[in-house]
């Protein structure tokens, strides 16, 4: 990791091995069989497979166990027996059988077996694909401040700059090197503590992503003593490297390996200063009216009908320097989008994005090296900085302590927030820290928020509950000309064409998202050489994404955060069988995008893609399994497990945001969303947190110092 301060030595990072001699041997085994026709690469299979084994380092110790679970259940003799009637050792097998036996595993009836075979070809793909020899291979040109801009849409564009736009124009240059910058003040990294602390506040916010800055900064700019946890570490435009891999698994929750407990979902969140806001593709979107005024009459939520809430739009648009997309910035995977839903007569609308002189390089998703994207690292966080309050990065709070009896009236009961620092490069506990103060504001993610309560013995009721995800799948067009999906801007378009599905207020929305190799590889179905095939015409494909409404049967909660006796925390989540049937139908309607757009052929992410080649043919993407692991499945969106409400039994807090019977302990963070939205989450989640900011700023004017 480039060190964030030059007065400040960064050693590199200590990995122990994860994964006993038999799992890596087993490991040994399955690799050549996915990798088959792969690339190939210098590195020896020993270097692989250690390198495998140190990517397991940021998952927490029950989900490592449950990776070496898998190997070891695949390297044995049962699973084999199970799928080919032979009962040998994979590594014993013959090549051809090996690969007939994987591929029967990722198709397999038994749900655990077909879990595992999932769960170890995506880190085999995700790993492979991570080294420059095997993706300069396929094609990838890699970052853009390395070399000269490859396509159109990659760059700054002609003209001249305009402060309603959020493109750079003009002569530009992309620097190569940048000098690490000293820390703001404010800011006390790991390596900065030298002993364990204790201290007071008036207020602690725990988490640093688009509801826990936003009200951070709010809180102290009207004279709140405020202090700021969180568990990633701070980074700057000199960290961002666009260096895809490295970046991935130092900036994202659990080193983007995350998923649901049975790996069906994979998860991706951000775990850094700036939290998902650092690593989101930027565009913003106000919630729908219908959201707002479905919210207001099923759960109680008041003082954010659609009129109410414009204003809050338009002032957090404005702080994060929100413009629309110009019509010759989009990339051509935007332009499949785009000119695809014209062309059906769809509605279709160019994005805000939260930049400024985005210089399109791509790499929206591993940090801005360029210090456009306006995410909170920096807008609030500098403000919740300048007005004087203090942020501890690398810090892992284990729990809160409600330390007084509650009067019920006057200043909240104190809370003590216990934490753990840890060492940025060994992982280890550093040191200790402890915070008092009467209001604390938790904000740490739809998984992290509802788990940290019920280790706090504060869950129940609704926390943890009604987990929403957004749930999303790809269809991939294959393309005669190239699309080049890791350049130009990500994400710029939407099509919500069929948000309000058959006439209810949940159906799909279709995205684009941009595709590099290790996160690509990973994602894309098949092993061996189908696998091969996709990959080398990285250059030629576009992807689109549906993002599905989940929550159609509004009484059902599809999936839950929950944290067991020994700490671990268990993330289960299934489509409902409405949620299926809006899923299934974001599969042809994303295919008639691509036709329209004049791909050859379009094809699914399930286990054995359904591929068509005709627009007459895209009801039959609609026939295949939308099971655990059938079809590849991801959400950014993770939101709802602690949601506002006023019945303590199906919500996590008041409509004020406060924990339900725990004065002065408040949410701000997706978690709180009462049902999923239709629409990215970034805007949302900045405006709910600028509304219950200001009522806590009021409700508790007596307890700041000032």
């Known amino acids: 990791m480039t060190a964030i301060n030059p007065e400040i030595s960064t050693p590199p990072r200590v990995v122990l091995p994860h994964l006993s001699g038999p799992q890596r041997g087993s490991l040994a085994a399955l690799a050549p069989c996915v990798l088959q026709g792969a690339p190939t690469s210098t590195e020896p299979l020993d270097e692989f497979v250690a390198r495998c084994d140190a990517r397991l380092e940021r998952l927490p110790a029950h989900r490592r166990a449950r990776v070496g679970l898998a190997l070891s259940v695949l390297g044995g003799r049962t699973a084999v027996l199970l799928v080919i009637g032979k009962p040998t050792r994979f590594a014993d097998l013959a090549a051809d059988d090996q690969t007939r036996c994987f591929g029967r595993w990722l198709n397999a009836p038994l749900a655990p077996l077909r879990s595992a075979a999932h769960a170890v070809r995506r880190l085999l793909l995700a790993v492979y694909y991570a080294r420059s020899e095997v993706t300069q291979a396929i094609g990838y040109a890699g970052p853009l401040h390395r070399r000269a801009p490859r ?36 800011v006390i990294p790991a390596v900065s503590m030298g ?17 826990g800055a936003v009200t951070a900064a709010r809180l102290a700019e009207v004279g709140f003593d405020v202090v700021v946890l969180e568990s990633g570490a701070y980074h700057t435009r000199a960290d961002f ?49 219908f959201v707002l005024e479905q919210w207001a009459a099923e759960s109680g939520v008041y003082g954010m009908t659609p009129r109410e809430m414009s204003s809050v739009f338009e002032r957090v648009e404005r702080e994060v320097h929100a413009s629309a997309v110009p019509e010759d910035a989009h990339s051509a995977n935007n332009r499949i989008l ?47 900085l300048a007005a004087g309050a203090t942020l501890h990065a690398d810090t892992h709070v284990d729990r809160i302590e409600v330390r007084e009896r509650d009067t019920g009236s006057g200043t909240p ?21 402890t915070i008092d103060a009467p209001i604390v504001v938790v904000a740490g993610g739809a998984i992290g928020t509802p788990a940290l309560l019920q280790r706090s013995g504060l869950g129940g009721g609704g926390v943890g509950q009604w987990l929403r995800l957004h749930p999303t799948t790809a269809i991939w067009g294959r393309y005669d000309r190239e699309i080049v999906t890791s350049t130009g801007i990500p994400l710029t378009t939407m099509c919500d064409e069929h948000l309000r599905w058959r006439g209810t207020d949940f159906g799909f929305w279709i995205e684009t998202p941009p595709m590099h190799p290790s996160f690509t590889a990973a994602a894309m179905p098949g092993i061996g050489h189908s696998h091969r095939a996709m990959m080398s015409s990285f250059n030629h494909l576009g992807v689109l994404i549906g993002l599905t409404r989940d929550g159609a ?35 042809s309607a994303t295919a008639q995008l691509h036709f329209a757009a004049g791909a050859r052929e379009v094809g699914t992410m399930h286990s054995t893609p359904i591929v068509v080649r005709t627009a007459g ?10 099971g655990p692991n059938r079809i590849g499945l991801f959400s950014a969106h993770v939101n709802g497990t602690c949601r506002m409400g006023t019945d303590p039994s ?28 239709g629409v990215n989450p970034q805007e949302t989640i900045m405006a709910i947190a600028t509304v219950l900011a200001e009522r806590m700023a009021t409700r508790h004017a007596g307890v700041t110092r000032t």
Not at 246 to 269: C, F, M, P
Request: net charge positive; aromatic share 4%.
């Open 413 to 433: 009961p104190m809370k003590r927030v216990h934490a753990t620092v840890r060492d940025p490069h060994s992982g280890r506990p550093a040191r200790t820290l």
């Open 241 to 289: 490297d666009e260096r895809e891999a490295q970046l991935t698994e130092r900036l994202y929750a659990d080193g983007a390996l995350r998923t649901t407990d049975d790996a069906s979902v994979a998860l991706v969140q951000g775990n850094t200063v700036g939290g998902s806001t650092t690593v989101n593709w930027m565009i913003m979107l106000r919630t729908p009216d």
């Open 617 to 626: 043919d895209v009801a039959r993407l609609e026939e295949g399994s939308v």
């Open 650 to 677: 199906t919500s996590g807090a008041t409509p004020e945001g406060e924990r339900h019977g725990v004065r002065g302990l408040y949410i701000s963070d997706g978690s709180l969303l009462p049902t999923s939205l």
């Open 553 to 587: 049967e509004r009484t059902r909660s599809s999936g839950r955060v929950r944290v067991n006796r020994r700490g671990e925390t268990s993330i289960q989540y299934a489509l409902t069988s409405e949620d299926q049937r809006r899923v299934r139908a974001s599969l």
């Open 151 to 186: 396509v159109p849409w990659e760059g700054p564009l002609p003209g001249v700059s305009r402060p309603d736009e959020p493109v750079a124009r003009g002569p530009v240059a992309l620097p190569t090197q940048i000098a690490p910058a000293p820390l703001p003040h404010g």
């Open 195 to 211: 002993a364990d602390l204790h201290r007071t506040a008036d207020v602690v916010v725990i988490g640093t992503g688009a509801g």
């Open 338 to 384: 785009l000119d695809g839903a014209r062309s059906l007569g769809w509605k279709v609308s160019t994005a805000q994005i939260n930049a400024t002189n985005c210089v399109r390089c791509g790499f929206c998703g591993v940090g801005c090296r360029h210090d456009a994207k306006q995410s909170t690292l920096l807008t609030f966080v500098p403000r919740a």
